[in-house]
């Protein structure tokens, strides 16, 4: 089983602070995503990497960046939180012709 | 620009009352379109993967169906524990991995 795990499932920051949001994978995949979801927006894609130090950015990729420096790891940076920030984000990781599995999510509210 | 619509946006149930839930897209070429589950405070869990119009997958009391506009998703028979938000998502030809996500419906099976 894919075993995709995020490092806090809830965090509580401040305005202006950088964050950390940290994505570990288990099955070796190439890929790797950063989503948000928030209520009636659906799930959005922020960046994501097909491979160890590529990224690319999604539909939503202002205020936000990512590191990719080993192929299990991915990370989700923001540079100076703000509250419109606030939400439930999401990593997810996929092999080549298979589906996007998930992790449990971080809800991050930024006060 | 690709467009992924879901209906209805809340559905309850009865224990035993079948129906089925709808995605509509518009997208310039379909590769793929995917079904997830999606449990509160969890992430989301995949549930099929669709190719082609005519295509059928089926697992428990779920069966999704595609055609050249829309896929349903048909619960015959749910229980309570089939309650969850399910999301429908496409992959398009000229956007590598990419997934767009519809809005999502909300299940409720009432026993």
């Known amino acids: 089983d894919v075993k995709v795990t995020q490092s806090s499932r809830y965090l509580v920051k401040r305005t202006g602070e950088k964050v950390f949001l940290e994505c570990v994978q288990d099955m070796d995949h190439e890929n790797m995503f950063w989503y948000r979801q928030d209520p009636g927006l659906g799930l959005r894609l922020i960046y994501f990497s097909y491979d160890v130090k590529m990224k690319e950015k999604g539909d939503i990729p202002e205020g936000y960046s990512v590191s990719r420096e080993k192929k299990e790891r991915f990370s989700l940076i923001l540079e100076s939180a703000s509250t419109n920030q606030t939400s439930m984000y999401l990593c997810a990781s996929k092999s080549f012709n298979q589906p996007q599995h998930f992790g449990d999510g971080t809800r991050l509210s930024i006060l | 620009e690709d467009q992924v619509t879901q209906s209805p946006e809340a559905l309850r149930l009865q224990e035993g009352e079948s129906s089925s839930l709808n995605c509509s897209y518009t997208v310039s070429g379909l590769r793929g379109l995917f079904w997830y589950r999606q449990d509160p405070g969890k992430g989301p869990e995949f549930l099929f993967t669709?190719?082609?119009a005519g295509e059928e997958k089926e697992k428990e009391r779920l069966k999704a169906t595609l055609t050249k506009k829309e896929s349903f998703l048909h619960i015959t028979a749910p229980k309570p524990e089939d309650s969850a938000t399910y999301l429908c998502?496409?992959?398009?030809?000229?956007?590598?991995?990419?997934?767009?996500f519809g809005g999502g419906t909300r299940l409720m099976v009432k026993p």
């Open positions: 998502a496409v992959q398009v030809n000229n956007a590598g991995n990419m997934l767009t």
């Open positions: 669709l190719y082609s």
